[in-house]
């Protein structure tokens, strides 16, 4: 949530263009791409594992690194889109632009024994097909891959046009993820380079040394004996430089000449009962791509056309998804269905209107939140009165602002950020957080009860959490998120029982609620109502209202009886799982150690209490 400070900041700010400066600083903040990147990993299918029984992990992460760069530098959507399905068919790819097109190698592999490659390859080549379609068009094709649509114009033999264009890639269901390419990250690097410089070196002052040793001999035949203790030397900085595995990530590259795979259409989707052939093409209802003479229409042509601002739906589809992330509800509400089976926009001119914008903005996706977001529309009040509640119980007609239930991650992500835990650390590999000990590893594997990360690790923004596919982030799960085995365009938002049993009992929280309580104590006046009060306003933001704060100070003064007389629960509750009371924090009680932690378990209690609120979990 947004700081006291800053909130008291703005309400002091009484210039015209206050709430301009205010969108434009959070636009502009270092979370801002990571923000943005979780919806859209959704879309991606990202995980860090590869799927089906086994669910082996997977080396990804630099694809995620790329998206949260891209939001975070407002990549023009056009652009992020052309690199993703087709970078590596770029004049002069870039590394980032391969990396760009694991959005497609994010699809399921099957190395289980007794699988078939290709049949699974084939597998890939369908999501591929349907992912396509489902993010840029909104449109549900998947049907279509065994019969022709039952409600939209769509054929089975435009199925299997746009599967002919994906359907030359190199990857091939391998169990080495190939094609990769390599990636710079420098706590690999900085362990190749030393012994790389010192081999080059080496190499530069004893040409003899250019030549590797033969496998079981000492030496190559003909050098010379005394040569013998640096080549010894040399084969041991080979051993050690190649045992420094680079940091990968797989990629789409294309097939080329006599390499290239026939498409046949499939008769009711079976990879083995085959058709007629079936040459590249878009679906005949849509504009047809505009293509230069002698150009294939290949991943590239596909990107271009679906940026095009001849395509009816791609940018009505992105404008609808933000509408979605920002009111709860798209202005179509059927996010995921944009064809005759999706439900009406409840204000097509609406739509319209802010598509041609963003399209005339350059794709400017920044530029299009602002407008969003500064409209009266969004900034009304979020209180609905009874008559407006029953006459438009889910806000369709725009009379409030939103009120939306956050996501998993944002969930997790604020209780750290009002315990003062949060790091702010970006990139690299996924991290392994706090979780319930299953104790399924006996069952199941070592990959479902995972050590937790040390250091700053253990508190990294949930977009950097491991997300296993067959054993999703518990808290997570629990909060809806996907398991993204498939494309997942909208997530649902249900109410349960178990998110309450969650975020009360959950070891993050719990030390969220910890870290929470030392804020209290050290931020704010002696009073307990000041330490309530603070405590409220780190996680809420706003000033506490009377009657809560006496709610509140009584919660904490019932608990502090209680922890006061079992010192072991007092122990328990302030220091597990976040670590010991700080020196400058116990100074505070003149060093009563026993007063410290029995006053700091029932301000754990106050603070757990305070991350469970229904307010906390809602925005605004």
Not at 335 to 356: I, N, T, Y
Not at 476 to 488: H, K
Request: glycine fraction near 6%; charged fraction near 25%; include cysteine.
């Amino acid at each position: 949530p947004i700081s006291p400070e800053a909130v008291d900041a703005f309400i002091a700010d009484s210039s015209p263009d206050a709430v301009e400066r205010l969108v434009d600083r959070l636009l502009n903040h270092p979370g801002y791409g990571e923000h943005l990147a979780r919806g859209w990993l959704d879309l991606a299918r990202y995980a860090d594992s590869a799927g089906y029984a086994d669910d082996p992990p997977r080396t990804i992460w630099a694809y995620r690194d790329w998206v949260v760069r891209a939001f975070d530098t407002n990549m023009p959507f056009d652009k992020f889109t052309i690199k993703q399905l087709a970078g590596d068919l770029l004049p002069e790819a870039s590394i980032n632009d391969k990396i760009a097109t694991a959005f497609h190698r994010n699809t399921l592999t099957n190395n289980e024994g007794g699988t078939i490659d290709e049949e699974f390859r084939t597998v890939a080549v369908v999501d591929r097909v349907s992912t396509t379609l489902s993010t840029w068009m909104g449109t549900t094709i998947a049907c279509a891959q065994c019969h022709d649509h039952k409600y939209d114009p769509l054929s089975q033999r435009e199925f299997f046009g746009l599967y002919a264009i994906f359907n030359n890639t190199a990857d091939a269901d391998r169990r080495d993820e190939s094609p990769l390419v390599t990636v710079p990250w420098e706590p690999v690097d900085a362990k190749r380079r030393p012994l790389e410089q010192e081999l080059a070196e080496i190499v530069a002052a004893v040409p003899e040394m250019k030549t590797t040793t033969p496998r079981k001999q000492p030496q190559p035949p003909g050098e010379p004996p005394e040569l013998r203790p640096l080549r010894k030397h040399v084969d041991g900085l080979r051993r050690r430089i190649a045992a420094v595995k680079p940091v990968t990530v797989p990629v789409m590259a294309e097939l080329a000449g006599d390499k290239r795979r026939v498409t046949k259409l499939q008769y009711r989707g079976n990879w083995q009962d085959l058709g007629p052939v079936v040459p590249e093409m878009t679906p005949a209802v849509f504009p047809e791509p505009e293509l230069a003479d002698g150009q294939p229409l290949d991943r590239l042509a596909l990107a271009r056309w679906l940026v095009s601002p001849a395509n009816p739906l791609t940018a009505r589809v992105v404008v609808n998804r933000l509408w979605e992330r920002l009111f709860g509800i798209g202005i179509v509400s059927t996010s995921e269905e944009f064809g005759s089976q999706g439900e009406l926009p409840s204000h097509p001119e609406l739509l319209d209107w802010l598509a041609s914008e963003l399209i005339a903005s350059g794709w400017d996706l920044k530029a299009l939140q602002r407008l969003i977001v500064t409209s009266a529309t969004y900034r009304q009040s979020s209180k609905p009165t009874a008559e407006r509640l029953a006459h438009d119980p889910e806000n369709r007609l725009l009379a409030c602002g939103p009120r939306v239930r956050l996501s998993a991650e944002v969930i997790r992500d604020q209780a750290l950020v009002a315990a003062g835990l949060l790091s702010n650390k970006k990139g690299g590999p996924s991290v392994h957080p706090p979780q319930p000990d299953l104790g399924l590893r006996a069952a199941f594997g070592g990959g479902i009860d995972w050590k937790t990360s040390t250091g700053e690790d253990r508190y990294r923004r949930a977009i950097y959490t491991t997300w296993r596919r067959s054993n999703p982030y518990p808290s997570m799960a629990t909060f809806d998120a996907p398991s993204r085995e498939v494309c997942t365009i909208r997530r649902p938002r249900t109410n349960t029982p178990l998110q309450a049993l969650v975020t009360l009992n959950d070891p993050a929280f719990v030390e969220a609620a910890q870290g929470l309580a030392r804020r209290m104590v050290s931020e704010a006046g002696p009073t307990a109502s000041d330490r309530a009060g603070r405590g409220l306003r780190l996680v809420l933001a706003r000033q506490p209202r009377p009657e809560e704060l006496t709610r509140l100070v009584q919660l904490y003064e019932d608990s502090l009886a209680e922890f006061t007389a079992d010192a072991a629960a007092a122990k328990a509750m302030a220091t597990d799982p976040l670590g010991p009371l700080p020196a400058d924090l116990l100074a505070r009680y003149a060093g009563d150690a026993v007063q410290a932690t029995a006053d700091l378990a029932a301000w754990t209690v106050v603070g757990n209490v305070l991350l469970n609120l229904d307010e906390t979990f809602m925005c605004p």
